[in-house]
């Protein structure tokens, strides 16, 4: 059988402030590849965990963009170009008239923007995810709090990073494996940790 | 109206835990399907099924079958059609503009509302998509090459209605999509059975509460808000232009576009109103919707329809304003004429019965605003029925006139697209999570993290 990768460790906290508190303190340690998960959004984390503004915002402008001007161009080439046709005496190009179009497209791939643009940041569909074999995780979608550490981070380190994890008050902590296609059989790693 | 941290308490009764929360709303996707479930849900499906049934009898025969007599081209079809997309309006309205303005009491029902809105945005686009009378070429309003070489006529409001209510119902599908991500992440977690764990998993997208997530997916969220706020204003503005591009007396007026929004949220805060008093008392979701909830939509009614209100004097001043005997003359029409009884209709409805939310009393009971939801919709419908069919019965030419009678298909159409969008939306209670559980938890007193 093959050996197992270890993806991090999860660790749980009690409640929203001492999951912000132990965010702050992971982060003082220099840790980088790490994440809280909470039931809803925290205020205040993006600052504790030292994130940078989503770049989601450009996404969007560019689509927006690109939508207002391909509505431009399109009605422009068909009305005016490719079968100029007098329609109520209008001008082939009657700007006035393509406004609503142009508006209405312009919307509708922001709006692409914001929520495909969303899922490529979040990488998301993403049906496979060690956290996913975490004993307690799925208590993080009713009212469990949680911070993960990456064993991809330099500082990484299965014990001590438990034991530092247990000082700044976590109730329960377990280090979580990759689970690739041989290593399946096994429901669950045999030495999760429990503290 | 505050939304500090102290008025958190008022928002969600009953000392909720995270966990009451989660189960209060996962759990009515959970049990067995009661009894009274399959019964409501039998009779609106029958009536959906009417609806399918008189659309192909439709294609069958043509539109004929409707009351549509030349001068009146425009029946039932158009007034269902704007009446559906009205009534969508106020799910965006809670959801987009309630967002940004940060009001946090949203969260109980813009979940609801939202679905309310993607529901009755199917219904309405299925009335002109009907109504255009080759249906199976309705193809050729998308600008695509084709063998005849022409393109759609960019300059006809019909084509930016398409465009407007398109871009609506996919932007507020998307919307509320994205918005119940978590809470479907929720129902996966606590998913017994494996089908039921495929099903919410797939749909969930893996979704895993991060906070490297939380940051991306709150702003597209706002960003979503934000876009939605200028789009929900623009479509019934270009569903008015439908009216207000066109010469006909009654319809040729600036007033339309700003008229029709107001309308459009006065009738969609009506049927919230509607569904909302049914659904949190068969499924106690009391805590959650409370009475300070539904008094708070209450006197968003009483603006709205104050604001009905003073579109139809305007309306008539304009007429009388304007010096056109025409317009005149069709001000007068619907006040005096054959459809007079649709006109006063209307007037009770709309003006008269949202007053009663002066009162503080009438606005926090439960029996008061359950009829006058259902009377102002009763009013809305009237509404656009007096504004599509009288001025098209009685233009210029006075030889032409006519009277417009519904047939039994059109009875039947309406009623079956009631029964569609209760169908849809009976499907959505029993099988999603109808109030946005992540976002209840966010604003419990126990959620604030200072």
Not at chain 2, 202 to 228: P, T
Request: proline share 5%.
């Amino acid at each position: 059988m093959t050996e197992k990768r270890t993806y991090g460790i999860i660790a749980e906290f009690e409640d929203s402030q001492t999951l912000l508190q132990a965010v702050r303190e992971v982060r003082d340690a220099g840790y980088i590849h790490f994440d809280a998960h909470s039931p809803f959004p925290i205020h205040g984390m993006d600052e504790a965990m030292g994130e940078r503004r989503s770049p989601l915002g450009w996404i969007v402008g560019g689509l927006g963009l690109l939508g207002c001007g391909g509505a431009l161009l399109l009605q422009w080439w068909t009305s005016a170009v490719d079968y100029p046709l007098v329609v109520g005496g209008k001008p082939f190009f009657s700007l006035p008239a393509f406004i609503p179009i142009t508006f209405e497209l312009t919307i509708l791939l922001a709006a692409f923007g914001a929520v495909f643009g969303m899922l490529f940041l979040n990488q998301l569909p993403k049906f496979y995810h060690p956290l996913f074999y975490a004993d307690r995780f799925e208590q993080v979608t009713d009212g469990g709090f949680f911070l993960s550490i990456e064993a991809r981070d330099d500082r990484f380190d299965a014990g001590q990073t438990q034991a530092f994890l247990e000082k700044t008050g976590s109730s329960y902590s377990e280090i979580i494996y990759e689970h690739t296609s041989e290593s399946e059989e096994e429901e669950k790693p045999e030495e999760g940790d429990r503290a | 109206m505050s939304n500090t941290s102290t008025t958190n308490d008022t928002l969600i009764t009953g000392d909720q835990t995270y966990h009451s929360v989660t189960e209060a709303i996962s759990k009515v996707t959970e049990r067995d399907t009661p009894k009274l479930w399959y019964l409501i849900f039998s009779l609106t499906f029958f009536l959906a099924l009417m609806f399918a049934g008189s659309i192909g009898y439709l294609f069958f025969e043509g539109t004929g079958i409707w009351g549509l007599q030349i001068p009146v081209g425009w029946g039932w079809a158009i007034t269902n059609f704007v009446f559906w997309v009205g009534i969508g309006h106020a799910g965006t309205l809670i959801s987009a503009i309630l967002l940004l303005f940060r009001q946090r009491r949203r969260t109980s029902i813009n979940r609801f509302a939202e679905a309310m809105t993607i529901f009755a945005v199917i219904c309405a686009l299925i009335f002109p998509g009907i109504h255009v009378g080759r249906p199976w070429v309705i193809y050729w309003v998308f600008p695509y090459p084709n063998q005849m070489g022409v393109w759609p006529n960019f300059r006809s409001p019909l084509l930016w209605d398409f465009f407007a209510v398109g871009t609506y119902f996919t932007v507020s599908l998307l919307f509320w999509y994205v918005g119940m991500v978590p809470d479907l992440a929720m129902l996966r977690d606590r998913a017994k059975r494996r089908l039921r764990k495929l099903v919410y998993g797939i749909f969930s997208l893996g979704w895993r509460n991060s906070h490297k997530n939380w940051k991306h997916y709150e702003l597209s969220v706002l960003i979503l808000a934000g876009l939605a706020t200028p789009l929900v204003l623009s479509v019934h503005s270009v569903v008015s232009f439908d009216f207000a591009v066109g010469i006909i007396p009654g319809w040729h007026s600036t007033i339309f576009p700003p008229y029709f929004v107001a309308g459009a949220i006065f009738s969609g805060f009506a049927m919230v109103m509607t569904l909302a008093v049914i659904a949190r008392k068969v499924y106690g979701m009391e805590d959650f919707i409370t009475i300070n909830h539904l008094e708070k939509m209450n006197i968003i009614i009483l603006v709205t329809g104050s604001m009905v209100a003073y579109s139809y004097v305007m309306e008539l001043f304009v007429a009388w304003y304007s010096g056109n005997q025409y317009e005149q003359f069709i001000a007068m029409a619907r006040m005096t004429g054959p459809y007079a009884w649709a006109y006063w209709t209307m007037i009770i409805c709309n003006v008269l019965v949202p007053q009663i939310f002066w009162v503080k009393k009438l606005r926090r009971s439960i029996p008061v605003m359950f009829v006058a939801s259902i009377l102002i919709n009763v009013g809305m419908w009237f509404e656009r029925f007096v504004i599509v069919v009288s001025s098209l019965a009685q233009d210029y030419l006075p030889s032409s006139w006519d009277y417009f009678a519904p047939t039994f298909w059109d009875v039947i159409m309406l009623i079956g697209s009631f029964g569609l969008f209760l169908s849809l939306f009976v499907l959505f209670l029993r099988w999603l999570p109808m109030i946005a559980a992540f976002e209840v938890k966010g604003i419990l007193p126990q959620s604030e993290s200072h």
